[in-house]
T-cell receptor, first 116, second 118 residues
Framework: GAVVSQHPSRVICKSGTSVKIECRSL??????MFWYRQFPKQSLMLMAT?????????EQGVEKDKFLINHASLTLSTLTVTSAHPEDSSFYIC????????????FGPGTRLTVL | AQTVTQSQPEMSVQEAETVTLSCTYD???????LFWYKQPPSRQMILVIR??????QNATENRFSVNFQKAAKSFSLKISDSQLGDAAMYFC???????????????FGKGTKLSVKP
């Protein structure tokens, strides 16, 4: 199947700093990328959907100024957590979808963010 | 809005036995996709099986099969000949059909933690 990578896999940062997480589709063109957040022992919650070249669509309750999403190319989307606080500590997962992929989404391995 | 409900937070099965995980959903759409994903301790999401709502035949992938009851909006997962490697969180998910050049997002249930006893 298609491969999606995420970088970094783990990041620890100080409160007030910004952190960027990259999501890359390695062998296909991802016209749509999704960003999810998963708290311990909970399900995945969609944060936003981004289509290449367009502004991201955020789910209700997700602050777009805090979670900046950029999808500038068909293989890369980034999520920047600005002015991170301890409550932003979570597991962030991206997925990607594109044409001719049987309407399937492919998930990255996730990024564990810890804000001290 | 669509919702997905998994009523079993935890399940346990003996190795080599069969277990069924339940999932119900709510939607007003007539066509959609349903999925079961496995999330092992590594946290990598792995697609187990998918079902297109317009297909009456239940999907099967080796030891994994579903019982799709469209009228009842039920989508259970049966794991036969359970193996130790099947131990994981299992998420049921719903997805609308893509539209306007955009792929539909997944709506997940809360998950069922499956333990496999040797």
């Amino acid at each position: 199947g298609a491969v999606v990578s995420q970088h970094p896999s783990r990041v620890i940062c100080k409160s007030g700093t910004s952190v960027k997480i990259e999501c890359r589709s390695l062998d296909f063109q991802a016209t749509t990328m999704f960003w999810y957040r998963q708290f311990p022992k909970q399900s995945l919650m969609l944060m936003a959907t981004s289509n290449e070249g367009s502004k991201a669509t955020y789910e209700q309750g997700v602050e777009k100024d805090k979670f900046l999403i950029n999808h500038a190319s068909l293989t890369l989307s980034t999520l920047t957590v600005t002015s991170a606080h301890p409550e932003d500590s979570s597991f962030y997962i991206c997925s990607a979808a594109g044409p001719n992929l049987n309407n399937e989404q492919f998930f990255g391995p996730g990024t564990r963010l810890t804000v001290l | 809005a669509q919702t997905v409900t998994q009523s079993q937070p935890e399940m346990s099965v003996q190795e080599a036995e069969t277990v069924t995980l339940s999932c119900t959903y709510d939607t007003s759409e007539s066509d959609y996709y349903l999925f079961w994903y496995k999330q092992p301790p590594s946290r990598q999401m792995i697609l187990v099986i998918r079902q297109e709502a317009y297909k009456q035949q239940n999907a099967t992938e080796n030891r994994f099969s579903v019982n799709f009851q469209k009228a009842a909006k039920s989508f259970s997962l049966k794991i036969s000949d359970s193996q130790l490697g099947d131990a994981a969180m299992y998420f049921c998910a719903y997805r609308s059909l893509p539209s306007r050049g955009s792929q539909g997002n997944l709506i997940f249930g809360k998950g069922t933690k499956l333990s496999v006893k040797p």
